[in-house]
């Protein structure tokens, strides 16, 4: 059971095979990203390509038509040398037009592709938390990096090398009928019987290709799990059992692209086979016209270059049609991305955050997650600007939930919170989140120097201004302690930092900010004892001046809050100084006793 139970504990459900028809429109909306380059980029290649185009289809009838059946024929030898000399140089034009055609078409493709990636990236940036709740760090990776990198053919190769084989084909029929009519349908008559086939592997191929995603996106949220959980999996021995779950994440990508690669792999032999059948019918259909003297062997020598030319163009469509099955299965989720709309979007023309003083108001407020359970239900508080104020309880009674709301990571279910009296739904929300700062218990630092994570919190601060902030938040003496002070490089997550170091940190980039509210979300609840009395000193500072919401865990760091409100399971249920909490000898007075018995015990 517990082994059924872990190979689905890294699927997600956004991550499946979509069963949707091509969607043309979907196509035209994935080529709108060609449009910036439509008068640059894209007229040079196609001018390119119309000149490799036109030599290509000419120097048959050079060959065929005037060397065999005039020059050589007529023994027109000066002819013949001219012939020469001109088929040498337009092979030679046809070399520089290629070159340049491949080159620019390189280009517009990564342009394509970076334009493509970046949108999709500034979009994710603006979405809710309620996204990122339901989607791993793993599954987003892949679709801004696999699924965008998957279309780089298509635009690189496919757009216009599809046109350029489109007209030699246009060009290769018209030329054919106009020398043989005849001929031409004899030769071409296996066309409708491969494009019966292959249409019947498109729908295959397409699934396939989904599917490849769909475990693509799996390997990746595993492998982003594993290596960020690698200390707990290491700490509870599982490093078997993580080996065997990620040994067959392996295993069914591997057996996807397998599949996938298995049916791409069909179209070419069937190309192949049309192509050998074309040229059977060519010599005994051509020598059955050349010996009845209905065309001449020129023009079988120009038939016979045609047809070769013929089925390079059909199997690199087939092979366009393969890459648009693949761009198609990545744009349904790159799409599926770009049309999530933030669940709490920011108001158009919203109130802006001038002069705020920091009053907060709870009016009746409900929310929940999920739908079912509630996780605030309709409690009510006014928060005067300047004050402080605690929020605790035991775990799930929905102090976060409060300070998420003030942040407006999420909409209230029911009810209003108001920011000076406004609603904060009419608020402009990047001004209303630029005035809460938050420090929460898992402080994240970024790959960079110090210097650069302080600035985080105020990117035009200078660097005086970045170490006033650290030496009033008293991080300034281990900072200077570092082998290149301000200037040392952290590595992700900040591994090189203890806890402690990591969250004054954290403290200096919220002062930095200068925020009007300030929010600390059990943000000294990993700090030893030492460091937590060097950051009491400094939250003093840091506190005066604001409207404070703090949710602690050791209730001793909050015995001089203006108000402490005591939650349990989405209510309020006790409100008031430490004092008068301590005296009413309720639920409050039994968290400190519980703590002051635990620490008791501990010594």
């Given at each position: 059971?517990?082994?059924?139970?872990g190979?689905?504990?890294f699927?997600y459900?956004?991550?499946?095979?979509?069963?949707?028809?091509?969607?043309?429109?979907?196509?035209?909306?994935?080529f709108n990203?060609?449009?910036?380059?439509?008068?640059?980029?894209?007229?040079k290649?196609?001018?390119a390509?119309v000149?490799?185009?036109?030599?290509?289809?000419?120097i048959?009838?050079i060959?065929?038509?005037?060397?065999?059946d005039?020059?050589?024929?007529g023994?027109?030898y000066?002819?013949?040398y001219?012939?020469?000399?001109?088929?040498a140089l337009l092979y030679g034009l046809?070399?520089?037009?290629?070159w340049?055609?491949?080159?620019?078409t390189n280009q517009l493709g990564?342009?394509?592709?970076?334009d493509?990636r970046?949108?999709?990236?500034?979009?994710?940036?603006?979405?809710?938390?309620?996204?990122?709740?339901?989607?791993?760090?793993?599954?987003?990776?892949v679709?801004?990096?696999?699924?965008?990198n998957?279309m780089?053919?298509?635009?690189t190769n496919?757009?216009i090398?599809t046109?350029?084989?489109?007209?030699?084909l246009?060009g290769?029929?018209?030329?054919?009928?106009?020398?043989s009519?005849?001929l031409?349908?004899?030769v071409?008559?296996?066309?409708?019987?491969?494009?019966?086939i292959?249409?019947?592997l498109?729908?295959?191929?397409?699934?396939a290709?989904?599917?490849?995603?769909?475990?693509?996106?799996k390997?990746?949220?595993?492998?982003?799990?594993s290596?960020q959980?690698?200390?707990?999996t290491?700490s509870?021995?599982?490093e078997?059992e993580n080996?065997?779950?990620?040994?067959?994440v392996?295993?069914?990508n591997?057996?996807?692209w397998?599949?996938?690669?298995r049916k791409?792999?069909?179209?070419?032999p069937f190309?192949?086979l049309?192509?050998?059948v074309?040229s059977?019918?060519?010599?005994?259909f051509?020598?059955?016209?050349?010996?009845?003297?209905?065309?001449?062997?020129?023009?079988?020598?120009s038939f016979?270059?045609?047809?070769g030319?013929?089925?390079?163009?059909?199997s690199?469509?087939?092979?366009v049609?393969?890459?648009?099955?693949?761009?198609m299965?990545s744009?349904?989720?790159?799409?599926?991305f770009?049309?999530?709309?933030p669940?709490?979007?920011?108001?158009?023309?919203g109130?802006?955050?001038?002069?705020?003083?920091?009053?907060?108001?709870?009016?009746?407020?409900?929310f929940?997650?999920?739908g079912?359970?509630?996780?605030?239900?309709?409690?009510?508080?006014?928060?005067?600007?300047?004050e402080?104020?605690?929020?605790?309880?035991?775990?799930?009674?929905?102090?976060?939930?409060?300070?998420?709301?003030?942040s407006?990571?999420y909409?209230?279910?029911a009810g209003?919170?108001?920011?000076?009296?406004?609603?904060v739904?009419?608020?402009?929300l990047r001004e209303?989140?630029?005035?809460v700062?938050?420090?929460?218990?898992?402080t994240?630092?970024?790959?960079?120097?110090?210097?650069?994570?302080?600035r985080?919190g105020?990117?035009d601060a200078?660097?005086a201004?970045?170490?006033?902030a650290a030496?009033a938040?008293?991080?300034?003496t281990?900072?200077?302690?570092?082998?290149n002070?301000y200037?040392?490089?952290?590595?992700?997550?900040g591994?090189?930092?203890s806890?402690?170091?990591r969250?004054?940190?954290?403290f200096?980039?919220?002062?930095?900010?200068?925020p009007?509210?300030l929010?600390?979300?059990e943000?000294?609840?990993?700090i030893d004892?030492?460091?937590e009395?060097?950051?009491?000193?400094a939250?003093?500072?840091?506190?005066r001046g604001?409207?404070?919401?703090?949710i602690?865990h050791?209730?001793?760091?909050i015995?001089d809050?203006?108000q402490?409100?005591?939650?349990?399971?989405?209510?309020?249920?006790?409100?008031?100084?430490?004092?008068?909490?301590?005296?009413l000898q309720?639920r409050y007075f039994d968290l400190?006793l519980?703590?002051?018995?635990?620490l008791?015990g501990v010594?």
């Amino acid at each position: 059971m517990k082994s059924e139970m872990g190979k689905e504990r890294f699927f997600y459900p956004e991550d499946r095979v979509i069963e949707k028809p091509f969607n043309w429109k979907q196509l035209l909306r994935l080529f709108n990203y060609l449009g910036p380059y439509v008068k640059t980029l894209i007229p040079k290649a196609v001018a390119a390509m119309v000149v490799t185009t036109v030599i290509r289809l000419i120097i048959p009838i050079i060959i065929g038509v005037y060397a065999f059946d005039q020059a050589i024929d007529g023994k027109n030898y000066n002819m013949l040398y001219w012939l020469v000399a001109i088929t040498a140089l337009l092979y030679g034009l046809s070399f520089v037009s290629n070159w340049y055609r491949i080159r620019t078409t390189n280009q517009l493709g990564q342009y394509v592709i970076h334009d493509l990636r970046e949108s999709l990236f500034n979009h994710i940036q603006y979405l809710s938390h309620r996204f990122f709740d339901s989607r791993s760090a793993g599954s987003i990776l892949v679709r801004i990096i696999n699924d965008v990198n998957s279309m780089q053919d298509l635009f690189t190769n496919g757009v216009i090398n599809t046109l350029m084989d489109i007209v030699t084909l246009i060009g290769i029929f018209v030329i054919l009928f106009v020398l043989s009519p005849p001929l031409a349908i004899a030769v071409l008559i296996v066309i409708p019987l491969m494009f019966f086939i292959s249409t019947k592997l498109r729908r295959s191929i397409r699934r396939a290709w989904q599917k490849v995603r769909m475990k693509m996106s799996k390997l990746n949220s595993h492998l982003n799990e594993s290596i960020q959980g690698i200390r707990v999996t290491q700490s509870f021995t599982q490093e078997e059992e993580n080996r065997a779950y990620f040994n067959g994440v392996n295993t069914e990508n591997f057996l996807a692209w397998k599949e996938a690669s298995r049916k791409n792999a069909m179209f070419r032999p069937f190309v192949d086979l049309s192509n050998a059948v074309g040229s059977a019918i060519l010599i005994w259909f051509g020598s059955f016209l050349i010996h009845q003297n209905s065309i001449e062997i020129g023009t079988f020598v120009s038939f016979a270059f045609y047809l070769g030319m013929f089925w390079g163009p059909i199997s690199r469509l087939g092979q366009v049609y393969n890459q648009l099955l693949v761009a198609m299965a990545s744009s349904e989720r790159i799409f599926e991305f770009l049309d999530e709309q933030p669940s709490v979007p920011n108001k158009k023309d919203g109130t802006s955050m001038k002069n705020v003083r920091g009053t907060i108001d709870f009016d009746h407020v409900e929310f929940s997650y999920t739908g079912k359970r509630k996780a605030l239900k309709g409690i009510s508080f006014h928060i005067p600007a300047g004050e402080t104020w605690a929020l605790v309880g035991h775990t799930g009674s929905g102090k976060t939930t409060i300070a998420n709301l003030i942040s407006r990571f999420y909409d209230v279910t029911a009810g209003t919170v108001r920011f000076d009296g406004i609603d904060v739904r009419d608020l402009d929300l990047r001004e209303l989140r630029a005035s809460v700062g938050t420090v929460i218990q898992e402080t994240y630092v970024f790959s960079g120097t110090i210097m650069d994570n302080i600035r985080f919190g105020n990117p035009d601060a200078t660097d005086a201004e970045v170490i006033q902030a650290a030496k009033a938040i008293g991080s300034d003496t281990f900072i200077q302690s570092l082998p290149n002070g301000y200037l040392t490089e952290v590595e992700e997550r900040g591994n090189i930092l203890s806890v402690g170091e990591r969250q004054l940190i954290s403290f200096a980039r919220a002062l930095l900010s200068d925020p009007k509210i300030l929010i600390l979300d059990e943000a000294t609840a990993s700090i030893d004892t030492e460091t937590e009395a060097v950051i009491q000193t400094a939250l003093k500072q840091l506190l005066r001046g604001r409207t404070s919401i703090i949710i602690a865990h050791r209730l001793s760091t909050i015995r001089d809050a203006d108000q402490i409100v005591v939650l349990n399971e989405g209510d309020i249920v006790e409100k008031g100084t430490h004092q008068q909490l301590m005296e009413l000898q309720g639920r409050y007075f039994d968290l400190v006793l519980s703590q002051y018995n635990a620490l008791d015990g501990v010594s």
